[in-house]
Structure formats: C-alpha cells, structure tokens
C-alpha cells in the first residue's frame, strides 16, 4: 500500500442512517471511508479502486434471510481473497454470522455497534491483516525486546519470537486474544505479557480458572452478587468481571467452560453489560478478554462441546505456543536462566550446568513442557549441592524422585506421545500412591491438567473421587479454587 495514503474502508449498507454513522466513526479514527447501497455497486468500486478494509452488512432488502450477504462476501473473497470483511449483524442473526466467518469473514459486529469496540476491532482486523513486513518478519529478540517489554519470557526460537511479534501488534488493541499451546507452555505469561503491553497495564489482570469454577456458582463469581440473593449471600460481593474493569480478564481453560455457562460468557462478551446475582440494574464492564486453552477449541466446536458464537468471540486473535520439545533450541537458554533463578531463591550459590548435561537436556521429550524443565531442574539443584550439574546428577536425582534403581527408566520406545503420556502417568500414580499433588509435581502439571489427564486415559477416578489431601480413590474432594 502506498504508505501515504489513509486506509480506506468500504461501508456497504442499504441503510443511509448506518452509512452516515460509520463514515463518521471511520472520519474520526483516522480512515478512509467509501459508502455503497448494496452487492452491485460494492463489487464494481471494488475492482476501481483499492480498499483495505469492508464493512459489509447481511441483509440489502427486507425479505432477505441473510443468504445475499454471504453471496456478496463469497465474491469479494473470490475477488480479493486476502481483503478483511467485518460482517454486520442485527441482533438474533448470530448464526448467519458464524456461517459468515465460516466462509472466510475476518469477524462480525452486531448492530447498533458501541463505537469504541467497533474501532478497535477495525484497527485489530486491519493490523492482522496487514502482510508482514520484511523487517517484522526478521525481528530478533533484540529488536522486540526494544520495543515491548517482554520480561521473563526466555526464548530466542523463530516460533516463539513470531509470537512476541504478534503480541507486540495486538497487545495496543482491546482485541480479544486466544492463546492455544499444551500444558506448561507458557500460556498465562503469554497473557501477561498483552496485559503489560496493553495501555491497560495500570489495570488489574484477573485470571480465572475455567476448569475450577463450580457451575452452581459460575454466575456470582463472574458477576458478583448483592446481599440476599441466594441463602449464603450474607454481603454483596463484587465479581471478576467488574474487578476487571478497564482491566484484561483473563480465561484460563477456556475449554472447560459447560455449555450453559458458555451463553452467559457469551453474553457479557457482546454488549460488554452484565448483572450482579439478585440485581436488576445492568451494569458496563470495559473489559478486555485474553483466553487460553491446551485443548483444540475448533474440533470441541465442531463436535457440539463448545459453542460456535463464542468461540468466534474469543479468538480474534489465535496465538499458538509451540510445545517445548518443538523449539528445542531454546532450552539451553531456558535451563540457564532458570538454574539462576532458582539458585537465588534458595540462596545458593550461583550454579551452572554442564555442556554436555545441556544437550541431554535439550534432547528430553518434556511431555510437561517448560514447567517441568523447571521442577527437574530445582529437584536437581536441591538433591546433588553441587554448583556444576552434570548429566549423571538428573538421572539420580530422576531415579531419587520415581525410587527407582539406575537404569530403570521408562521404555517409551515405540509408543505414541499419547502412549507415553498415559506410560508416565500410571508410573507416576504408582509411585506415589495415588497422592495427585505429588503426581502432579512430578510431572510437572498443575493438579487441574492432571486431572484432565487421568479422565482422558481412564486412569484412577474423576476430581470428586479423591479425597481431602489429594489422594485418588476416595470420598469428596476439598473446595476447588476457581481463581489463582
Ligand atoms: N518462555 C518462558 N520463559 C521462562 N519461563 C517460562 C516460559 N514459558 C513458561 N515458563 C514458566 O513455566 C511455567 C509454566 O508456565 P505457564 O503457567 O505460563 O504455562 P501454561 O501454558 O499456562 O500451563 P497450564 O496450561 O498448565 O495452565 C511457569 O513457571 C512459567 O513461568
């Protein structure tokens, strides 16, 4: 694009109310824009002349069902395939905007529009659009590290300094972000870091645990109560939504979320207005949504877990953290800067590892990521008291931890990564009795992922089976956190 001129945006809506007020919204926030009635004359100015951007609405005569909106958006993608439309929508015609999505549409608003989303919206869809440039394509660590503040992220990998670059693009915008990666990977410093590049780091960032939220109690924890509400309701109480404020909420396992909690999610993402529990006055929360999830959220969408206008509602932006064993070069860097870490906050004296221990190191499969190349490495730290560690001193200190005699590892050949993860569990259960806590440290999982875990491969009993300290196999577990 010809760096001097404005973007230009197309507005194509048979309402002349509409086109005065989005050519208003777009005048003030620095656009271009072109307004047309309908199909024709949209697809005629858009082979004149270039256009960045289209806001496109669905119906162009009042007994359309929708269907020549997706007949116009299917022809711009076949004119222009790389050209953004944001679709617009009445209220209750949400599914016609999924299909839109579906068939290529960048994303979708509902009508009438709050100016402020809808610009940012504008402006995420256009700079994730934008093709790279050849200078953001190649930006080192360096470079990044100049720009945005990326502290505590260790990692010098093309895959990992991708995502730095698209945080570095999105973090400006109150886009909402979901973030994709297997456990332990770095998800929540992930969403930290959009926080504090976010012009609302001077806000809170509340985190909460999707996958440990009690449903009974799903609605006063996000929304707050007032008193009187239900029985336990002695004082109101504020939810996480309003202590979000002009903050950024982050959704932790997202893909845990029930159905019916999704809709009312759903709904609070929409209009941004919401309820308290027992009140009747609607309230406004400025938020912005950063999600993560280690599960496929578009097969649990296509397999009916996960509903379609949610998910389209979260994941305007999709970053995907790459799993440790698939950017392995990192993990020397990683194991220096945490064998540091680690030392100071013992107080030990500064320890190292040595060359060769760093190339075993980096050939461990990690099944539990980044998280558990940390817990080995403190275990280690801690058990062998010597300030070089060698290759000899994790595979004691391994053999420590699973009580095993040297050289009974685990025999993984052959088997799938599934197969694995299911080999090491079961090892892990054995040894330590069924005690998830302990299970869990070993393999370097928080108790909540374990738990998926052992549901996935049938192992041992479901959340509520284990008892009070964790153990598998018995009565009623404790209360379950929803918020760390
Ligand atoms: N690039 C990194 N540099 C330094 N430390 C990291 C990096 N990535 C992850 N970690 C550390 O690894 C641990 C796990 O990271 P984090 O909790 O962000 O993972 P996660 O993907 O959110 O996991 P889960 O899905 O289990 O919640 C944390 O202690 C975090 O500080």
């Given at each position: 694009m010809d760096s001097s001129r404005k973007q230009r945006i197309l507005i194509v809506d048979d309402d002349s109310a509409v086109q005065v007020s989005l050519a208003l919204l777009l005048k003030q926030s620095g656009f271009e824009p072109l307004c047309c009635d309908g199909p024709g004359q949209a697809l005629a100015l858009l082979a004149q002349q270039p256009v960045d951007l289209v806001l496109q609405d669905m119906n162009f005569s009042l007994h359309t069902s929708g269907e020549e909106g997706l007949r116009l958006l299917a022809d711009i993608k076949q004119a222009q395939p790389a050209l953004p439309v944001l679709l617009m929508?009445?209220?209750?015609?949400?599914?016609?905007?999924?299909?839109?999505?579906?068939?290529?549409?960048?994303?979708?608003?509902?009508?009438?529009?709050?100016?402020?989303?809808?610009?940012?919206?504008?402006?995420a869809t256009l700079e994730t659009a934008a093709p790279p440039s050849a200078s953001a394509a190649t930006l080192s660590r360096q470079a990044l590290d100049a720009q945005f503040d990326f502290g505590g992220i260790i990692g010098?990998?093309?895959?990992?300094?991708?995502?730095?670059?698209?945080?570095?693009?999105?973090?400006?915008?109150?886009?909402?972000?979901?973030?994709?990666?297997?456990?332990?990977?770095?998800?929540?410093?992930?969403?930290?870091?959009?926080?504090?590049?976010?012009?609302?780091?001077?806000?809170?960032?509340?985190?909460?645990?999707?996958?440990?939220?009690?449903?009974?109690?799903?609605?006063?924890?996000?929304?707050?109560?007032?008193?009187?509400?239900?029985?336990?309701?002695?004082?109101?109480?504020?939810?996480?939504?309003?202590?979000?404020?002009?903050?950024?909420?982050?959704?932790?396992?997202?893909?845990?979320?029930?159905?019916?909690?999704?809709?009312?999610?759903?709904?609070?993402?929409?209009?941004?207005?919401?309820?308290?529990?027992?009140?009747?006055?609607?309230?406004?929360?400025?938020?912005?949504?950063?999600?993560?999830?280690?599960?496929e959220l578009a097969s649990l969408v296509a397999g009916g877990e996960f509903r379609e206008d949610l998910f389209y509602r979260l994941n305007l932006i999709t970053i995907r953290l790459p799993p440790l064993r698939e950017r392995r070069s990192d993990i020397p860097l990683l194991a220096r800067h945490i064998i540091g870490e680690v030392s100071a906050s013992y107080g030990l004296a500064p320890a190292s590892i040595a060359p060769q221990a760093l190339e075993w190191l980096s050939a461990q499969p990690w099944p539990g990521n980044i998280r558990q190349l940390k817990q080995t490495l403190e275990r280690t730290l801690l058990l062998v008291g010597r300030t070089e560690l060698r290759q000899a001193d994790f595979i004691a200190a391994e053999q420590h931890e699973h009580g095993g005699a040297p050289g009974q590892r685990l025999g993984t050949d052959g088997m799938t990564l599934e197969q694995v993860e299911r080999h090491m569990i079961a090892h892990a259960l054995e040894q330590h009795q069924g005690n998830i806590s302990r299970v869990a440290k070993t393999l370097g999982l928080s108790r909540t992922a374990l738990y998926r875990r052992l549901e996935r491969h049938g192992l041992g009993g479901a959340p509520d089976e284990a008892d009070g300290n964790g153990n598998l196999g018995h009565a009623a577990t404790g209360a379950r956190m929803g918020v760390r």
């Amino acid at each position: 694009m010809d760096s001097s001129r404005k973007q230009r945006i197309l507005i194509v809506d048979d309402d002349s109310a509409v086109q005065v007020s989005l050519a208003l919204l777009l005048k003030q926030s620095g656009f271009e824009p072109l307004c047309c009635d309908g199909p024709g004359q949209a697809l005629a100015l858009l082979a004149q002349q270039p256009v960045d951007l289209v806001l496109q609405d669905m119906n162009f005569s009042l007994h359309t069902s929708g269907e020549e909106g997706l007949r116009l958006l299917a022809d711009i993608k076949q004119a222009q395939p790389a050209l953004p439309v944001l679709l617009m929508t009445a209220w209750g015609s949400i599914a016609l905007a999924v299909r839109g999505v579906q068939a290529g549409a960048a994303n979708f608003f509902t009508k009438p529009w709050d100016n402020t989303q809808l610009a940012a919206l504008i402006h995420a869809t256009l700079e994730t659009a934008a093709p790279p440039s050849a200078s953001a394509a190649t930006l080192s660590r360096q470079a990044l590290d100049a720009q945005f503040d990326f502290g505590g992220i260790i990692g010098e990998h093309p895959r990992l300094l991708k995502v730095l670059s698209t945080i570095g693009q999105v973090a400006a915008t109150r886009a909402p972000v979901l973030i994709l990666g297997e456990s332990g990977c770095g998800k929540e410093l992930i969403a930290d870091a959009i926080h504090r590049n976010s012009p609302r780091a001077a806000r809170p960032i509340v985190k909460i645990n999707m996958g440990a939220i009690t449903p009974s109690l799903f609605e006063s924890e996000m929304f707050g109560h007032v008193r009187g509400a239900f029985t336990d309701a002695k004082t109101d109480r504020k939810g996480h939504v309003a202590s979000a404020h002009e903050g950024t909420l982050f959704l932790d396992e997202i893909g845990e979320l029930n159905r019916s909690d999704q809709v009312k999610l759903l709904r609070v993402l929409q209009d941004q207005t919401y309820q308290q529990v027992g009140a009747s006055r609607t309230e406004r929360a400025d938020i912005r949504v950063v999600s993560a999830t280690n599960r496929e959220l578009a097969s649990l969408v296509a397999g009916g877990e996960f509903r379609e206008d949610l998910f389209y509602r979260l994941n305007l932006i999709t970053i995907r953290l790459p799993p440790l064993r698939e950017r392995r070069s990192d993990i020397p860097l990683l194991a220096r800067h945490i064998i540091g870490e680690v030392s100071a906050s013992y107080g030990l004296a500064p320890a190292s590892i040595a060359p060769q221990a760093l190339e075993w190191l980096s050939a461990q499969p990690w099944p539990g990521n980044i998280r558990q190349l940390k817990q080995t490495l403190e275990r280690t730290l801690l058990l062998v008291g010597r300030t070089e560690l060698r290759q000899a001193d994790f595979i004691a200190a391994e053999q420590h931890e699973h009580g095993g005699a040297p050289g009974q590892r685990l025999g993984t050949d052959g088997m799938t990564l599934e197969q694995v993860e299911r080999h090491m569990i079961a090892h892990a259960l054995e040894q330590h009795q069924g005690n998830i806590s302990r299970v869990a440290k070993t393999l370097g999982l928080s108790r909540t992922a374990l738990y998926r875990r052992l549901e996935r491969h049938g192992l041992g009993g479901a959340p509520d089976e284990a008892d009070g300290n964790g153990n598998l196999g018995h009565a009623a577990t404790g209360a379950r956190m929803g918020v760390r």
